[in-house]
């Protein structure tokens, strides 16, 4: 295979799930979207894109692992297009233009879940295009490039954990979360959960009046994590952090199955059970990743007993995982 830049490896990135530790929705704006007060991390859990120069006439994508839908709708390859077209304008060789791409994406995050995998992947593919292609972009640059790919993209060029409001597009990082990390469990239900149909849902009224406990929840956290938490101070708010989500009733509104499945988990598991973004995701949070494994075979063995049923076609994904402190540096 010819390669337009002489180079032989490509360029890897992970691109890892978020979790809203935190979600206020604090109006509505003009444009349609909601404004958003948000404490996200990220997880563990990743998915794995290597992006190459390609010797085909234009950018491809190739997904192995979970089901991640069309190929034409990955926003991996939109992505790529998104960050060519910034990049042409300073491309040195013009009128040539940044070489097409073969992108290969190891698919390990649930898609439509709350956690933000195609988002994440068109970030990794943002930053990795870039490297690929040797090309820089100033940061207000890429950040406009990010935003125009989808609300949660901003948040994964920054450094986690972060404070994310507007529509998505303004993300302040915090500090570094200290002490040992956190484990959490994630359970999601083999059903997805359409983002639009939940702040639809939101809009039409199943959802708690704007400014109400979430935010005062989310202000009093963001104003924790940018002086320095530890992990196990996160740990002793897991309650008020499991209910901090104003689209929990909308989300239970448009899957309703959602409600006994969260009640089966909050007693198996005598644990505060999250609800992670517009869901389906649920997390429980945990001292260890050990302390999560476990608690993951306990759900494994209460679904394979029937004596947990999750809402969906097939068993849900359960995976226990970290929530990432971020980079101390
Ligand atoms: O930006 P993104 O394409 O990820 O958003 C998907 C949908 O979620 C939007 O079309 C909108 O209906 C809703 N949304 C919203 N407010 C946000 C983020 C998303 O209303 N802050």
Redesign the pocket.
């Known amino acids: 295979m010819s390669d337009p830049l002489g180079r032989l490896s490509p360029v890897v990135r992970l691109a890892p799930a978020k979790l809203n530790l935190t979600l206020a929705v604090i109006g509505r ?1 003009p444009d ?5 007060h948000s404490v996200m991390v990220r997880l563990g859990l990743a998915d794995r894109l290597s992006v190459a120069p390609s010797a085909l006439d234009r950018d491809s994508l190739r997904v192995v692992g979970r089901d991640a839908g069309p190929i034409a709708d990955n926003l991996v390859l939109r992505s790529i297009a998104g960050a060519r077209a910034a990049a042409r304008p300073r491309w040195p060789s013009a009128p040539s233009e940044p070489p097409f791409l073969a992108a290969r994406l190891e698919k390990h995050i649930p898609v439509a879940a709350g956690l933000a995998g195609g ?1 994440s992947d068109a970030a990794a593919a943002l930053d990795a295009a870039l490297e690929a292609w040797g090309a820089e972009l100033p940061p207000g640059e890429r950040a406009r490039v990010a935003a125009s790919l ?3 993209v901003p948040f994964f060029l920054a450094g986690a954990p972060a404070l994310v409001e ?3 597009e303004t993300v302040t990082p915090l500090a570094p979360i200290t002490g040992a990390p956190l484990g959490v469990l994630v359970v999601t239900p083999a059903i997805a959960l359409a ?2 149909a ?3 849902a939101y809009g039409a009224g199943s959802g708690p009046v704007a400014g109400g406990a979430a935010r005062s929840a989310s202000e009093h956290l963001a104003a924790e994590m940018r002086a320095g938490i530890a992990s196990r101070a996160l740990l002793d708010r897991a309650a008020i952090l499991a209910s901090a989500n104003d689209l929990l009733p909308a989300s239970l509104a448009v899957l309703p199955e959602l409600v006994p499945f969260r009640r089966s988990l909050t007693r198996l598991l005598g644990r505060p059970i999250g609800l992670s973004g ?1 869901g389906p995701t649920c997390w429980a949070l945990y001292a260890s990743l050990d302390e999560a494994a476990s608690a993951g075979r306990e759900i494994e063995e209460a679904l394979a007993g029937g004596r947990l049923v999750a809402p969906g076609a097939g068993a849900p994904f359960v995976h226990a995982t970290t929530v990432e402190g971020g980079d101390p540096s």
Do not use: K
Not at 32 to 36: I, K, Q, R
């Open positions: 704006r349609g979207y909601h404004a958003l988002s989808g609300s949660d507007g529509r998505g983002t639009p939940v702040f639809a517009s």
